[in-house]
């Protein structure tokens, strides 16, 4: 049976589908079974991130009844598994969000992990991805208003008889102007799952449509969403090696 996880944040921006994107790709990598839901059914972008912006079944046709859930899966090249939203916006009046919960019901029985990649901020879209998970992971960057929109955020968990799993610092620096992860932390009363570095290869992954994990597998950010998959795993003493050609290249 599957764990449904939900990735979501307080804004937009902080970095939420990259996280989900190379979570999935990370826990793929470590032979487990993973589907990527683009849950961000207004702005979806799980697609555009992974070469497939449209395809013949999305998301949406399920939500509306036109189209079987397997029917709407794709494996990328890597072997992770995507259910895409659509980018049209011709029907997003007649999606019923809180179906997204029998969409994960489903999917139990075809992977090890369901990740939802939520969308941003605490509207009804949002909250029905809140619903839908077993486990609730938020991902925020070091800076006051992010921190403070996922404090918003974890407040909205509570309330919904859930508990925040942890949280996700990406884009971090390590400049004076950011906000320590300690402070985070404290601010939060969460636990940090891991940090993720600020990488110019991120843009790169971008541009060649697939996880980060795969195209600079020895970055420091694609080290990062390792360490915190084999965190979700349950191998908590998970250690990569580093070599001095990686830590000179960065």
Do not use: C
């Amino acid at each position: 049976m599957a764990r449904i996880i939900t990735i979501t944040s307080g804004k937009g921006g902080v970095g939420k589908t990259t996280t989900a994107i190379n979570l999935g790709a990370a826990l793929n990598a470590f032979g487990k079974e993973v589907i990527v839901v683009d849950a961000n059914l207004t702005t979806p972008n799980v697609g555009l991130h992974l070469g497939a912006p449209i395809v013949p079944v999305s998301l949406n046709h399920v939500l509306l009844g036109k189209a079987k859930l397997a029917d709407a899966i794709y494996e990328h090249e890597s072997g992770t598994k995507v259910i895409p939203s659509s980018l049209s916006i011709k029907e997003l009046r007649r999606l019923n969000h809180s179906k997204l919960k029998d969409v994960g019901r489903r999917l139990r029985k075809m992977a090890d992990f369901v990740i939802f990649d939520s969308a941003a901020g605490l509207g009804e879209e949002a909250i029905a991805s809140l619903e839908a998970g077993d486990e609730l992971i938020i991902v925020t960057n070091p800076e006051i208003p992010a921190v403070t929109d996922a404090l918003k955020t974890a407040k909205v968990i509570e309330q919904l008889g859930k508990e925040v799993k942890g949280i996700i610092v990406t884009r971090v620096r390590g400049t004076k102007l950011e906000m320590p992860i300690q402070n985070i932390r404290d601010m939060l009363e969460l636990p940090i799952l891991g940090v993720v570095p600020e990488d110019k290869n991120m843009q790169a992954a971008l541009v060649m449509k697939d996880a980060i994990s795969h195209t600079h597998p020895r970055s420091k950010s694609a080290r990062a969403y390792r360490a915190i998959a084999a965190k979700l795993i349950g191998n908590n003493n998970y250690k990569e090696e580093v070599s001095m050609w990686d830590r000179l290249m960065g």
